[in-house]
């Protein structure tokens, strides 16, 4: 009995507000327009893709097993190697001057850990900013 009472409460409350809303056209239109264009702006005009994030590289290894790695990571299209360091001096420079968005290190030592059965520690820098 108690149930019944309680859903008959709740749809009066619910024609009430249907009513009122039909009366007033502006709070109707706000219900209805707002969450639609939230759905259309995140449905389709946000891209939350990550693509073509410019890096730089400094390879110490100069081996052909980092040229293989850097040739791999850009081949995924989420970055994109624009330009080349002899040291990580420069590196930080481009990355502070926003002319790149992280930073590739390979270690000379890096190819013998990856041989080795010690794990391997690849670096980046790396720096967040919002454009």
Same mark, same amino acid.
Do not use: C
């Given at each position: 009995?108690? &149930? ?7 749809? +009066? ?13 502006? =709070?109707? +239109?706000?219900? !209805?327009?707002? #969450?639609?264009?939230?759905? &259309?702006?995140?449905?389709? +005009?946000? *891209?939350? *893709? !990550?693509?073509?994030? #410019? ?8 081996? @052909?097993?980092?040229? &293989?790695? !850097?040739?791999? !990571?850009?081949? =995924? *299209? ?17 990355? @502070?001057?926003?002319?790149?968005? @992280?930073?590739?290190?390979?270690? =000379? ?9 010690? #794990? ?12």
């Amino acid at each position: 009995m108690k &149930i019944i009472t309680s859903l008959s409460r709740i749809k +009066a409350i619910v024609s009430k507000e249907l009513l009122q809303l039909r009366r007033d056209r502006m =709070t109707f +239109a706000m219900v !209805v327009m707002i #969450p639609l264009i939230q759905l &259309i702006l995140f449905g389709y +005009a946000i *891209n939350t *893709n !990550v693509k073509d994030i #410019p890096v730089a590289v400094v390879d110490h290894s100069k081996t @052909a097993l980092s040229r &293989i790695l !850097v040739q791999t !990571v850009s081949a =995924t *299209n989420v970055v994109k190697v624009t330009d080349y360091y002899d040291s990580i001096e420069q590196a930080q420079t481009a990355i @502070a001057s926003a002319k790149v968005r @992280a930073v590739f290190l390979y270690l =000379t030592m890096w190819q013998t850990d990856l041989l080795s059965t010690q #794990p391997l520690v690849l670096v980046y820098l790396m720096v967040v900013m919002s454009r």
